[in-house]
């Protein structure tokens, strides 16, 4: 039950994830100079691998922590 609350709760932020990628590429679509492909492609990569690690370490520390208990 706990594990599948963990899913869940990772699913939840991976969709935060999405708009906030949304967003970003928005803001940078929109800068003052003309953003290329390749600078596109590299910051939505960015914020989509923070997004990741971010999720992934928080889903697998609250399973460590009930581990541990």
């Given at each position: 039950?706990q594990f599948?609350?963990?899913i869940?709760?990772?699913t ?5 994830a999405n708009?906030?990628?949304a967003?970003t590429a928005?803001?940078l ?7 290329t ?5 590299a910051?939505i990569?960015?914020v989509v691998l923070?997004?990741h ?7 697998l ?5 009930r581990?541990k208990?």
């Amino acid at each position: 039950m706990q594990f599948s609350l963990s899913i869940i709760f990772a699913t939840l932020l991976a969709v935060g994830a999405n708009a906030q990628i949304a967003a970003t590429a928005s803001t940078l679509a929109t800068a003052k100079h003309p953003v290329t492909a390749p600078e596109l492609n590299a910051g939505i990569t960015l914020v989509v691998l923070s997004k990741h690690i971010a999720v992934t370490y928080k889903a697998l520390e609250s399973i460590v922590r009930r581990d541990k208990n």
